[in-house]
């Protein structure tokens, strides 16, 4: 393969990427624990909280506190996921790339 080909194809690699990623950002995940639902997007920014009022006492402040944790770390863990299976074509099973 001549230098000029690897060029063309080292380019079109990063494109595909950069178009990947940008899929990856725009897409919202949702993450649940029992009584909270939060959206994020891609970029990991955090768009909503939803509680579910009728399982929340409030006395129950502490646990709502670690429910929203919980949720919002399910999100993040869908969304490194997403990248990893579609950008993980890219790297080729170089995990914790993106």
């Known amino acids: 393969m001549n230098m000029q080909a690897m060029m063309k194809q080292a380019q079109k690699l990063q494109k595909d990427m950069l178009k ?25 920014e955090l768009l909503s909280v939803k509680i579910n009022s009728e399982m929340f006492e409030v ?7 670690d429910m929203i944790v919980v949720a919002i770390n399910d999100a993040v863990h869908k969304i490194d996921d997403d ?3 579609k950008l993980g074509a890219y790297t080729k099973g170089m995990p914790g790339l993106f």
């Open 20 to 44: 990947t990623q940008e899929e990856i950002n725009n897409t919202e995940y949702e993450g649940k624990s029992s009584i909270v639902t939060v959206k994020m997007n891609g970029k990991k």
């Open 59 to 65: 006395e129950d402040l502490e646990l709502l506190e």
């Open 83 to 85: 990248t990893e299976k």
